[in-house]
Structures are given as structure tokens and as C-alpha cells.
């Protein structure tokens, strides 16, 4: 893993005295390394909320446990658990016709990460 890399990613993960844990797909971490760097931050910023709010105004259900929020030009699909208290964040992506495909592997990647299956 790059230091870039892990360094988002520890700032992802962080959730002391947060009421949601936020938890990142492996896919995720790929996809924001993509990402200019200013938008990347932002979109870092947009996920560590939902962590204290998983379901914030202009969220957009997408399916039984699957939303969708906006940053800029870019999409975050993430899956909430109110069972276990986790949102897991499932792809970023700029808002085209293919960001919103397949949803249920999106679903299943989701509980992948909260071992579900």
C-alpha cells in the first residue's frame, strides 16, 4: 500500500466517538487515488460525515440499504447498517450512466465487507 494511500485510508477509518463506524470497500481506496487531489479531499471530508450522519439532506435512496450523495461532479455509493451501526462505503465515481450499474454487487460488496455474505 502506497503512503498516500494509507494515509486517506487512516483518516477514513478514523471513528472515535462517532456514532456510525465507517468502513471503506478495497475498491474504494483505488478509485480515490484517481482522483485529483482537491476533489479527493473533499470527497474524504463528504464520507467522514456520514459517519455522524449517514443519511444527510440531498442523500438519495438508491435501494433497501444502498444511498447515494453528492460531491461536486462525483457520486459516493455507500450502504448503511443501522443493526451494526456501520455505513460501508461501496464506490465513488463521477456521475455518468455506469456509476449507478449493477447495484445489488455494490449491495454484495457492502456485506462483503461486514462479513455477511
Known sequence: M???QKRYLSELASS??????LKIHR?????LLRIPKKQRERLVAT???LSEDPRPAGCVKLDELLYRVRQGQYRVIYAVFDDDVVVVVCKVARRAEDTYRDLETLLDRARGVLGQR
Open 2 to 4: 502506497q503512503p498516500m
Open 16 to 21: 472515535d466517538g462517532l456514532r456510525y463506524a
Open 27 to 31: 475498491n474504494v481506496e483505488e478509485q
Open 47 to 49: 464520507m467522514r460525515s
